[in-house]
């Protein structure tokens, strides 16, 4: 029995290479400009994750 989940993974996959023409570069590129585009975001989450409590107690 195949593994559906494994499937819809790889179909995803599938698609998303297909987008970029199954061009890693272009797919790299597109990346980067969301980089650039949520900078802001990703500064914002990064300094809660840095400044949060940790969820346990060190033992």
Known sequence: MKDEA???LREI???ISQEFDHD???YLA???QQNYKYAAQIELYQQSVQS???LTQPR
Request: aromatic share 6%.
């Open 13 to 15: 996959r599938h698609q």
């Open 30 to 32: 597109y990346l980067q």
């Open 24 to 26: 890693p570069q272009k």
């Open 6 to 8: 494994i499937a819809e």
């Open 52 to 54: 949060s409590v940790p």
